[in-house]
């Protein structure tokens, strides 16, 4: 299993979260670890929870709308709409909570994904810049555990990637 780090800055000025994450596996089973819905149920969600795919249409213009369960069966849903693909380079989403028709809950904060792809001899490398309305939304997240969250579920892709290479 790899041993690399997730990379966390945080950009006050400009609203953004930067994660960069490398994993010992090609660019294009990466890029299916997070584009395939069966795949991203397996490691999305940091254990105990899990993750699971309502509908998936990966592509520009089409969306994701998953729930994230809890141990005790509690549930999150979230709603990716996909902005822009490019095929194993990238993609860019608009994100949010939402009820089970997949309707942004306004109270909670939107999130707007720029998630890029590249692979240098048998690595890829995964940059993701998420920015935000306002300051506020983006320190909500944060205390919300997302840094915790997403680095357990990133690791999870890492297990995934190991067992399944």
Partial sequence: MN??????????????????????????????????????????APKP??????????????HWLYFMIGPQGDTTLCRVNFVTVEDQKGFSTETFFCDAQGNENPDLPKMYWDTRFSQSGKVTTVNIEISFDNLEDMEAIIKMGFKEGFTMGLGNLDEYLANNG
């Fill in 49 to 62: 929870y899990r993750a699971e795919t309502k509908t998936m249409d990966f592509r520009t213009c089409g």
């Fill in 3 to 44: 041993t690399k780090e997730t990379v966390f800055t945080k950009d006050e000025q400009n609203k953004k979260l930067i994660v960069v994450r490398a994993f010992d596996a090609p660019q294009e089973q990466v890029w299916k670890a997070w584009t395939d819905s069966a795949i991203l149920d397996q490691w999305w």
